[in-house]
């Protein structure tokens, strides 16, 4: 695709439901990033994928949120009984490779209100 | 521990320069990012600096200094469409990740 794309682009639910966010990296970019970004504030990394691996887990801020990436495309992101908390922007990015230079590409991003 | 810290918010005047400053403290340098973010919508790539220096492009500068864990956006002639928020963003010693400032809001007014 042109860009990087995300859906749903908006996502009410309630508290204790289980959702699921989907990214689609531009083609050809074998890294992709997950972030959160709650209103006023900076993007709070949450995993890294190189290829369908991830190598860095390490921002994932508990364990009901989980991530794949199949194919070396499609991501998706779960989060299992939504709290309250977790209401924020999931902003996923896409660069042509890890290496220091390249940028990343955002998508537009999926708003999640938890109820 | 790692941090970038921006102003939170800044004013300026449609035909103006504005300065937006970024100092950080993080483990290890591999290059420093400026996005912008206008609101509601996703951040885009301005600038990268890796070496110490001023980097022109059109409108927008961006300067590092490695020594004082400092960079500064330069806006010239400014427009009412740069009205957004200015994010800064240093890849420490990973290879990948990001750690990203809070980001500063700039009102333009006419």
């Known amino acids: 695709g042109a860009g990087v794309s995300q859906s749903p682009s908006n996502k009410v639910t309630e508290k204790g439901k289980d959702v699921e966010l989907r990214c689609d990296p531009i083609?050809?970019?074998?890294?992709l990033y997950w972030y959160r970004q709650s209103l006023g504030q900076g993007l709070e990394f949450l995993i890294y994928?190189?290829?369908?691996?991830?190598?860095?887990k390490s921002g994932l801020p508990s364990d009901r949120f989980s991530a794949e990436r199949t194919g070396g495309s499609v991501s998706t992101l779960t989060i299992q009984r939504t709290q309250q908390e977790d209401s924020a922007v999931y902003l996923c990015?896409?660069?042509?490779?890890?290496?220091?230079?390249?940028?990343?590409?955002f998508g537009p991003g999926t708003r999640l209100t938890v109820l | 521990g790692q941090n970038i810290d921006q102003p939170t918010e800044m004013t300026a005047t449609e035909g103006a320069i504005v300065q937006i400053n970024c100092t950080y403290q993080?483990?290890?340098?591999?290059?420093l990012f400026w996005y912008q973010q206008h609101a509601g919508e996703a951040p885009t790539f301005l600038s990268y600096?890796?070496l110490d220096g001023l980097e022109e492009k059109g409108r927008f500068s961006s300067f590092l200094s490695r020594s004082k864990g400092y960079s500064y956006l330069l806006l010239k002639e400014l427009q009412m469409k740069d009205s957004a928020s200015y994010l800064c963003?240093?890849?420490?010693?990973?290879?990948?990740?990001?750690?990203w400032g809070a980001g500063t809001k700039l009102i333009i007014k006419p």
């Open positions: 600096n890796v």
């Open positions: 963003a240093v890849r420490g010693g990973s290879n990948y990740q990001l750690i």
């Open positions: 990015a896409s660069s042509l490779g890890p290496g220091r230079e390249n940028e990343q590409f």
């Open positions: 083609s050809g970019h074998t890294a």
């Open positions: 993080t483990s290890g340098f591999n290059g």
């Open positions: 994928f190189q290829g369908n691996s991830a190598p860095d």
